[in-house]
């Protein structure tokens, strides 16, 4: 290839310049036309749509569009994301005048949706048949092959041979084979004129010829919006609103390729662009789809879902504070080119902080006036097989009090997050002799508030009638957490009262005190936490709890010790003290968001409220999500929701997970580094394969036939798990074992010429390099179970309204004999989302469709939780890949 080809953003000559945008505006037209077939088949403008509905509808549309291209050339313009193809910034106007045209056309004459889409295919049919005369002719200069192609005429031929048969159908009597001879004329006949001609008339003509005749078709009312077609060997029929659609789908998709082709000048670009455009379109098509069932199931089942949905507006700051960090990176990090417009990229960089930062000066506003922000509406529940609504509303309190796993989250996030990009501060800074005893000491203590929780957790609280728990751990809680806090704050005073010229100075010379405060600190501060309510206490200084109290100071030290880094930091010049001043900041981070995540997690474990300076720390909280976090209140005034099937569901997955990925990434990596390729191996392959093409319901009956007899005999969670773990485990098999098989031998054979051991090979290099695709294909087995229904009503019952979830956790207890461990919950059955929809639709008239769609709804977003969750790892492991 030429340098020449290679840079050009122009594949036809200057001179053709109307050709050129001539082109594009059909290619635009035809990208048009098809979102508008995919907006007709979902019925949200149906065909029939006339006057100001279809004028509003198609006004809708040019604003979006109008946005978009406007948005994109600003960016251009501004060198923020430079748009440097002739072809695309064509296309980007084309959009505009074909949508604008659209509209008013609509607005001007009395039509409807199908004859205006009928126009659209009538009018790409003219466009390529000049496109292609014009190039026969020479009126442009373009580089026509001598045919277009046996491909492309064998699929003209096919789509010629299927109108053909359905044009003959329609003009003969039925029972005659009259039809079969219009199809071959019409299918011979396409392929011959695609294959004979040249090129540039071989591509747009028959394609012209397709797509006039379907415009036709639809415009003269050969098949309009009241057409109907039952055939006597169907059950059902076709009717217009549905036919039409499809034509247009089918239409711009064969226009757009051809057009494309002319636009590129023929030759191997012009099929290298047709087929690349067409193959977008699919894709859209396809995203388009999905989209499209979210939205749908959204649409019906969100009112539902959310009613009664209420929020303290320092509940929502708290979850926004992820947010808020992920703008404020995204605002610190470059972007467009080196020549862009200043003012541009400053805007480019803060709009999303801005938007994050408008949210919570709304959340702030509310704290401050006492004004609550609220949003009513009615929803229907079912009462006496009758639909009755009932108003409620969507409201930001302007409450105080934060729930602990809400707290607990983000400040996890946040903390790891920050730990992430801190470096080391190994070697910095002097360390003195108590400050290195005492970092020797750290870990000890740890060790010793470990086995206190072993300890205690097996034998209890008061072991042999000993009442230790109220001696011996409260001694051990006492006495870690006044160390922990001491550790906590000792950075923040080694840097005050430090005899450095400098505020940088005294925090370069105190570092050792950072890693030992901020680590020491968390981990001596967890372990004495932990031992709280296994040992039965709750330490209390006068009226305040020792161990949050101790966690709020810390966090607080760490948070001062971070500010004073950063003021340290902008006085700074040097460059190498100006990087470690970055690390302690990083630390004093970590320090703030990890011990705030203690306060919570004593809470959510001692069941304890910590309030400091009016706000509350408690496990009442201030969310209230009824559908989410209450069961089925059979007599309430309000239905309540479904959290026993969204627990059911979440320890279905969890328990499935736990028992099918590491067996099925151990077989992987035996089967693939271990064991010789030969038969065994082959029927291995042979057998997951069908495994994972069996019919879910042939699962269930497995687990109902097999599993309950050796279970109790009764339906239960851990049956459920099992035979989800089955159905989850070729499938981890299967692409475990390809992308084991994915990594390079050289990986192994410089593991193996520096003298690693298999073993530490496969650890160590192999399946870090795999587990991308092992996440893979994790993701899209708990995409399957997460939605199976048929199974689970065999082993799992099917339960219309629970008022009980199923409690795991608490349901573990140690026994005297094998195995050891029990847990009666796992015995028991339980509801769970996909039954819980199956359950209303049984139901029949009983069962609350509201109810159902907003069930499926949940559904939808916990299995999109499961997807994100994974993605989220996949993207991590290959940034890691990517680093290493």
């Not at 009395?110 to 009928?118: E, I, N, R, S």
């Not at 587990?771 to 065999?794: C, N, Y």
Request: proline share 5%; glycine share 12%; aromatic share 6%.
């Amino acid at each position: 290839m030429s340098d020449a080809y290679a840079t050009t953003d122009r594949l036809v000559s200057a001179d053709s310049n109307s050709y050129d945008r001539g082109l594009d505006t059909a290619i635009a037209l035809s990208v048009v036309g098809f979102t508008l077939g995919l907006i007709t088949l979902v019925n949200l403008v149906p065909p029939g749509a006339s006057g100001s509905a279809l004028t509003t509808a198609l006004g809708t549309l040019l604003a979006v569009v109008v946005g978009a291209v406007g948005i994109t050339g600003l960016a251009s313009y501004t060198n923020v994301v430079p748009v440097t193809s002739q072809r695309v910034r064509g296309i980007g106007l084309g959009l505009v005048v074909s949508t604008l045209a659209l509209t008013a056309l609509a607005a001007v004459l009395p039509v409807t949706m199908a004859t205006l889409l009928g126009t659209v295919l009538l009018a790409e049919a003219l466009a390529i048949t000049a496109a292609g005369v014009s190039s026969r002719l020479e009126l442009v200069d373009t580089e026509p092959n001598m045919s277009a192609g046996l491909l492309s005429g064998g699929a003209l031929g096919a789509v010629g041979l299927a109108m053909g048969a359905a044009i003959g159908g329609a003009l003969t009597s039925a029972g005659s084979l009259l039809w079969l001879v219009g199809a071959v004329v019409a299918g011979v006949g396409l392929f011959l004129l695609a294959i004979l001609p040249r090129e540039d008339l071989g591509s747009t003509l028959p394609t012209a010829i397709v797509v006039g005749a379907l415009g036709l078709t639809i415009v003269t009312g050969t098949i309009g919006v009241g057409w109907q077609w039952n055939p006597q060997t169907l059950s059902g029929g076709f009717t217009g609103g549905a036919v039409i659609p499809v034509f247009l789908l089918v239409g711009t998709l064969l226009s757009a390729w051809s057009a494309a082709k002319c636009r590129a000048g023929f030759g191997a670009r012009g099929r290298e662009y047709g087929a690349f455009l067409v193959i977008n379109l699919n894709a859209f098509l396809m995203v388009a789809v999905m989209a499209t069932i979210v939205v749908f199931v959204t649409l019906k089942g969100v009112g539902y879902a959310v009613h009664g949905l209420s929020v303290g507006a320092l509940t929502a700051l708290v979850l926004l504070t992820p947010a808020l960090l992920a703008a404020v990176q995204f605002a610190r990090t470059p972007a467009g080119t080196g020549d862009w417009n200043d003012g541009a990229r400053q805007l480019f960089r803060v709009l999303p902080l801005a938007a994050v930062g408008a949210l919570a000066a709304t959340f702030v506003s509310v704290l401050v006036t006492g004004s609550p922000l609220r949003y009513s509406y009615a929803y229907i529940v079912q009462v006496n097989r009758q639909g009755q609504p009932l108003d409620t509303a969507l409201a930001v309190t302007p409450d105080t009090t934060v729930g602990p796993l809400l707290l607990l989250a983000p400040a996890v996030l946040l903390a790891v997050t920050f730990f992430r990009s801190f470096g080391s501060l190994r070697n910095v800074g002097t360390q003195s002799e108590r400050t290195g005893s005492i970092r020797q000491a750290v870990p000890t203590a740890v060790l010793v508030l470990v086995v206190l929780i072993g300890f205690f957790l097996i034998l209890g609280p008061a072991p042999f009638g000993l009442s230790l728990g109220e001696t011996l751990g409260f001694a051990a809680v006492v006495a870690g957490a006044v160390a922990a806090g001491g550790l906590a704050v000792s950075p923040l005073v080694g840097v005050l009262t430090s005899d450095g010229p400098t505020l940088a100075d005294s925090a370069q010379r105190e570092a050792p005190l950072f890693t030992l405060g901020v680590f020491g600190g968390l981990g001596l501060l967890l372990a004495a936490l932990l031992l709280q309510p296994v040992a039965g206490i709750n330490p209390r200084v006068g009226p305040v709890n020792l161990v949050p109290a101790v966690a709020f100071g810390a966090a607080v030290a760490s948070l001062v010790l971070a500010t004073l880094t950063t003021v340290a930091k902008r006085s700074s010049e040097e460059t190498i003290t100006r990087r470690l001043l970055t690390e302690e900041t990083r630390l004093g981070l970590i320090g703030a968001a990890g011990f705030t995540a203690l306060v919570g997690l004593h809470v959510a474990a001692t069941g304890v409220s910590f309030t400091v300076l009016g706000v509350a720390v408690s496990n009442e909280g201030s969310l209230s999500w009824p559908m989410v976090m209450e069961a089925y209140i059979p007599l309430g005034a309000e239905p309540g929701g479904i959290m026993p099937a969204i627990v059911g569901t979440v320890w279905l997955v969890v328990g499935a997970t736990l028992f099918a990925v590491p067996l099925g990434v151990g077989a992987a990596v035996f089967l693939t580094e271990y064991a010789e390729q030969g038969e065994f191996t082959a029927v291995v392959e042979i057998a997951t394969n069908a495994l994972w093409s069996t019919p879910s319901i042939v699962f269930g009956l497995f687990g109902a036939a097999f599993l309950i007899p050796r279970l109790g005999g009764d339906e239960s969670l851990l049956a459920g798990m099992l035979v989800l773990g089955f159905m989850l485990l070729p499938l981890v098999l299967i692409t475990s074992r390809e992308s084991i098989k994915a990594v390079p031998d050289e990986y192994r054979d410089a593991s193996a010429a520096l003298g690693v051991t298999q073993w530490e090979t496969i650890k160590s290099v192999v399946l870090p390099a795999a587990m991308p695709g092992v996440i893979t294909g994790v993701i899209l087995g708990v995409g399957r179970i997460a939605g199976e229904t048929a199974p689970l009503i065999l082993v799992l019952g099917s339960t219309l309204n629970a008022t009980e979830s199923v409690d795991v956790i608490d349901g573990f207890r140690f026994v005297s004999g094998p195995p050891f461990i029990a847990n009666d919950a796992l015995l028991t059955a339980s509801a769970s989302l996909p039954t819980q929809v199956w359950a209303v639709i049984a139901a029949g008239v009983s069962g609350s469709p509201q109810m159902g769609w907003a069930t499926a709804f949940i559904l939808l977003m916990v299995v999109l939780t499961f997807y994100a969750v994974g993605i989220t790892a996949r993207t991590y492991f290959r940034r890691k890949l990517n680093y290493e």
